[in-house]
Each structure stands twice: as C-alpha cells, then as structure tokens.
C-alpha cells in the first residue's frame, strides 16, 4: 500500500557528501516514522538515521555529526543529507516508513535500496 521510491545513491570520494532523498506515497496510511538503515556486504542491517513521530531524530554511533536527516511531511519525503562521507559508509541504504494503516494494523515498509559507495 505505500510505496517509497528512493533517490540520491551513488559514488563519492572519502570527505565527500551525498544526499538521499526517500518520498513516501501513503495512500490511506498514517506515517509515524521515516529514516534509513542501511546494510554492507557481510554485515547486518543498521540504522543510520530516523525521524520519529514526534518530530525528534535518531542516528547510529557511527554517523553522528556527519549525518542529518529531515523531512518534508506536506510531501512525504524524507532526506539524508551524509557529509564527511567515510569508506566504510558504503552500503546499501533503505528507506523506511512505519505507521498504521487505515485498518489500524501496524505499517512498516522499505524502499528497494540504493546503493552508496564511498572510495577514493
């Protein structure tokens, strides 16, 4: 029911900054939370930044201070603006979106992932 269609991946050179856009489409669904984990090759998925319900901000040890993510709620879209980019900030980046649905039921989606790569 929502789609997340996620922009902005790519290459950079350590020291570098990218930023990510994801744009949610909510049909009848309430957002509560958007932010973006990502995950590298042979590692477990992690969460990089999150904007909650609240309007507060969550970020991973290892990118805070570098890292800032905001969000547009009249469009629905999240952003990840990554500077001092590191190499071992490359990984795939999902977008995530929870909330509930019109049914009330929990929801709790990803983007298909787009793909950082941080090398000199």
């Known amino acids: 029911q929502v789609y997340l269609e996620e922009s902005g991946g790519g290459s950079a050179q350590p020291g570098g900054s990218l930023r990510l856009s994801c744009k949610a489409t909510?049909?009848?669904?309430?957002?509560?939370?958007m932010g973006w984990y990502r995950q590298a090759p042979g590692k477990q998925r992690e969460l990089v930044a999150e904007?909650?319900?609240?309007?507060?901000?969550e970020y991973g040890d290892s990118v805070k201070g570098r890292f800032t993510i905001s969000r547009d709620n009249a469009k629905s879209t999240a952003y990840l603006q990554m500077n001092s980019l590191k190499p071992e900030d490359t990984a795939v980046y999902y977008c995530?979106?929870?909330?509930?649905?019109?049914?009330?039921?929990?929801?709790?989606?990803w983007g298909p992932g787009t793909l950082v790569t941080i090398s000199a």
């Open positions: 995530n979106v929870r909330g509930f649905t019109a049914w009330d039921s929990t929801l709790d989606a």
């Open positions: 909510p049909g009848s669904s309430r957002i509560s939370s």
């Open positions: 904007v909650l319900g609240d309007g507060s901000t």
